[in-house]
């Protein structure tokens, strides 16, 4: 148990308050459903108010697990609450919520650049989930580790470590997942829940979108395109890609992904991922984006083929240079 002065001041924030608005970032992922409805439970069993607001609505996949459809969905927030807790955002227009600023605002992130925008603010470059760093604060709170909370921490942990394959990952990772399991989650149930729950238009979308895969000339990283008539025609959606990123990862000679998905006009939604050393993250961030060294994203305009060919480049770059970072390995 991580025994930080953030944590302390957090805990006494939440008990000497009565009522709190959760919100986590826009087009939610399992850490921030989960860090936020762990952290809704865990309230709910101190007898507090805790309502979850996010701008938009949980991938489908995400639907299943308790709470996540009695988060509600609206632009802004402008209820009487005594504190917002903002979890896994870099910075507070993350959210894509309005009015959160007016309330004593608790800031609990593993971004690496968050603005510090709270009164109160823990972050924790280390954590390989928010989820990890809401456990903590829910044990330093006392509150038992019900099924609910367990399932939320779990669902965090799996989602953001791409189901244990990054290297955010640490033991205290595993002990809380651990913890989790112990406390009564299934991990099978929730496995499937997350990556075994897919419509038909999901999986044509993945063929479609996987059929005009790219690889750049080095052959080490794999560029990934979608506009709204591809998903049209295949019959899936937007919703639908989550996870696609990490299909080309699974080829050997990949070490990296670009996926550019048409916002409206000349403007994309980059997402990035990468493996080990390979720090895609700074790319994101040159961009105006965020996220991680593995997994980043940013929303750029201009004409496409100039936009690819500006990422692989800087993406060939990281490349070399994870490698010239790499410890050797012996064989
Ligand atoms: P995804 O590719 O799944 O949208 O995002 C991967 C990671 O990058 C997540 O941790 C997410 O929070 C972060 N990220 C994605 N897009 C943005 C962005 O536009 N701004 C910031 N600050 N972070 C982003
Ligand atoms: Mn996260």
Sequence with gaps: MTTSPDIARIVDAIR????????????????????????????????????????????????????????????????????????????????????????????????PGNTNYGQINWFNESAAACGEMVFDVVTALG???????????YLAILTDTGSFHYSNITPRTFEIAGACIAAGVDPVMVARNVYDSNNMGRLKLFGAVLSAMQIDQTGRIAIVYLDHEMARAAGGTYEDTEGLINLPLTVKEIQAVVFFKEHEGETYRVSMRSKGDIDIG?????????????????????????????????????????????PAVSK
Excluded: W
Aim: overall charge negative; aromatic content about 6%; charged content about 20%.
């Design 143 to 153: 509150v038992p580790l019900s099924v609910e909370i367990a399932t939320h921490v």
């Design 282 to 326: 700074a790319i994101a961030k040159q961009f105006g984006g965020g996220g991680h060294k593995n997994a980043a994203g940013c929303t750029v305009t201009g004409a496409i083929d100039a936009l690819q060919k500006t990422f692989v480049e800087k993406m060939e770059r990281a490349i070399d240079r994870a490698q010239v970072e790499a």
């Design 16 to 111: 000497s308050r009565h009522r709190f608005v959760l919100s986590s970032h826009s087009r939610p992922d399992g850490d921030s459903i989960g860090s936020q409805l762990a952290m809704a439970y865990a309230l709910k069993a101190l007898g507090k108010e805790a309502v979850a607001i996010n701008a938009d609505a949980a991938p489908p996949p995400l639907l299943a697990f308790p709470g996540v459809t009695d988060i509600r969905i609206a632009a802004e927030a402008d209820g009487p609450y005594d504190a917002a807790i903002i979890m896994e955002c870099g910075d507070l227009a993350r959210t894509g919520v309005q009015g959160l600023e007016q309330y004593f605002v608790i800031n609990i992130d593993h971004h």
